[in-house]
């Protein structure tokens, strides 16, 4: 197993810290959940409801507010500041990584056999580089996660979101109401509202968008989002469109792929337009999951895109920077620092890595014995997006038996499996609470915009934190495990 450089920050965990309980006295929580129950409903801290009819669909209809923990969760200060420190290294691993087709192409190749999605994406970037696509700008809105290591006493890194990067806007509300609450509890609770740190995710996010619609440079062309059928996180991307309106002026239109297909076109300079109106950036809710694709139909509207000279956020080439056998591929040795050539900074991402394995090559049936003989080391990954694809436990000896011998392997990764300290938590949802058993996983997003040579953006840009049930293995916001949660900086 690949050995971490444990930092020292003895004491950072908060492992003795006390449950949400210990903090506020239980008497306090109905009035408290109440207070919270109020605020997201006049603050827009909302989601479809999975009963509403249409929720996922007609805006104002079938709201709920979104499942969030009652109060923000303690997590060490240091190690905060350490994932906010290298968010522009990893802003800009990115795209050196995704200049680098040889490199893009070598390390999927494999995946591609037995995995239709992963063809389909390299298919789109092999035609684009075969018309000779050149893209001037490129905008990406990251979003880094990772969970505190128990064994370790350091922050390792789940994955690196490149395309939906999800709750920019709804985290940033999450921030906001567990500093009211704080608030509201008063001296009756051990918590102080400086500790709840300011998260900007939703502005910067949005402003990121606005400036590469800037440096397009057509006052008349709308922002595209791209987006699934049914969403019930409709609210967390119409936030955007709102901002993208109120504080630049720039209008915005919401289409499905299979839309796209029927209302897009390409004009000669291969401008993009959507039902006639040009379009300028391009950014992506959907498109990151085999189900956004169930025809050709939305393959061609995706090739469209691609073909067009609007910013796409992320392009196809980000998109595949961050598959999850490409995070593998990096983390073996020399490989990212051939991307990030200041030592400091590889030595900074790399403290961060998990162990993380291939299943073909040299070395492989070695690691996949030791995940066979101890299931609950190890995650069994498919290049998927999106949650709920990894498999766990026991059912990892299962499919790594599967797949032995088979052309399949190389569609997943293993990696090491983090443990977090477990905390108990007062979670909300549909308007219940309850005391639970949770863990974390932090997100730290980042946003990059280039226009040529030039970097115009290269910043961390806020925060998220989902919080869920210790006992679940994904626990989805979405799926009804998760809440949207906040760090309390200790
Ligand atoms: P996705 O792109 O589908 O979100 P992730 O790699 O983030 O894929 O995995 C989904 C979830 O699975 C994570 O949010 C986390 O809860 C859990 N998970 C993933 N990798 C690990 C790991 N190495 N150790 C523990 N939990 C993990
Ligand atoms: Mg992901
Ligand atoms: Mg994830």
Redesign the pocket.
């Known amino acids: 197993m690949q050995t971490q450089v444990a930092p020292n920050l003895d004491n950072c965990l908060p492992e003795s810290e006390l449950s949400d309980e210990e903090l506020l006295g239980s008497d306090a929580v109905p009035a408290l959940v109440q207070d919270a129950l109020i605020w997201c409903s006049l603050h827009g801290l909302l989601v479809g409801d999975k009963d509403g009819k249409n929720s996922g669909v007609t805006p104002g209809v079938g709201l709920v507010h979104a499942p969030v923990s009652l109060l923000p969760t303690p997590f060490p200060r240091p190690l905060f500041e350490q994932a906010v420190e290298v968010a522009p290294i990893f802003n800009e691993l990115v795209d050196k990584v995704s200049q680098d087709s040889e490199f893009l192409f070598s390390t999927l190749e494999r995946a591609r056999k037995t995995d239709s999605f992963t063809a389909g994406l390299l298919d789109i970037y092999r035609a684009t580089l075969d018309k000779g696509i050149k893209e001037d700008i490129r905008l990406g809105l990251h979003r880094s996660?990772y969970?505190l290591d128990k064994a370790t006493g350091g922050l390792l890194q789940?994955?690196l979101?490149t395309i939906s990067s999800s709750f920019a806007a709804l985290g940033t509300q999450v921030s906001r109401l567990h500093r009211h609450i704080v608030n509201r509890a008063g001296a009756r609770s051990k918590l102080e509202p400086q500790n709840v740190p300011e998260n900007a995710s939703f502005e910067a996010m949005t402003d990121g968008i606005a400036e590469a619609w800037r440096q397009y440079g057509d006052d008349e062309a709308v922002v595209l989002f791209v987006v699934q059928p049914a969403e019930r996180n409709m609210y967390d991307q119409l936030w955007m469109a709102d901002r993208l309106w109120d504080a630049h002026g720039i209008r915005s239109v919401r289409r499905t792929l299979t839309e796209i297909e029927k209302d897009g076109a390409l004009d000669g300079d291969r401008t993009l337009s959507i039902s006639g109106q040009r379009v300028s950036v391009v950014y992506f809710r959907a498109g990151y999951t085999p189900t956004d694709y169930p025809s050709d139909t939305e393959w061609r509207a995706r090739l469209l895109m691609e073909e067009s000279s609007a910013v796409k956020c992320p392009s196809i080439s980000y998109h595949l920077t961050g598959a999850?056998k490409i995070q593998q591929e990096l983390a073996r040795p020399g490989v990212l620092e051939r991307f990030i050539t200041n030592e400091k900074d590889a030595a900074l991402l790399r403290r961060h890595f998990?162990g993380l394995w291939a299943l073909e090559g040299e070395g492989s049936e070695e690691i996949i014995e030791k995940a066979i003989a101890d299931p609950e080391g190890f995650?069994l990954?498919p290049q998927?997006?999106?949650?709920?694809?990894?498999i766990y436990g026991s059912d990892v000896p299962a499919k790594l038996q599967e797949l032995q011998g088979t052309d399949g392997l190389a569609a997943y990764i293993l990696?090491?499996?983090?443990f977090p300290p477990v905390k108990k938590s007062y979670l909300l949802r549909g308007g219940e609470w309850s005391q639970q058993d949770t863990l974390s996983?932090l997100g730290i997003f980042g946003t990059y915009l280039r226009n040529g040579e030039k970097v115009v953006i290269n910043q961390p840009a806020g925060h998220l934190l989902r919080t869920?049930t210790a006992s679940s293995?994904?626990?989805g916001v979405a799926a009804g495990y998760g809440v949207i949660d906040s760090p309390y900086l200790t």
């Open positions: 996660d969970m789940i994955e979101n999850k998990a995650v990954k998927r997006e999106g949650g709920g694809n990894n990696m090491q499996r983090i996983e869920k293995n994904e626990g």
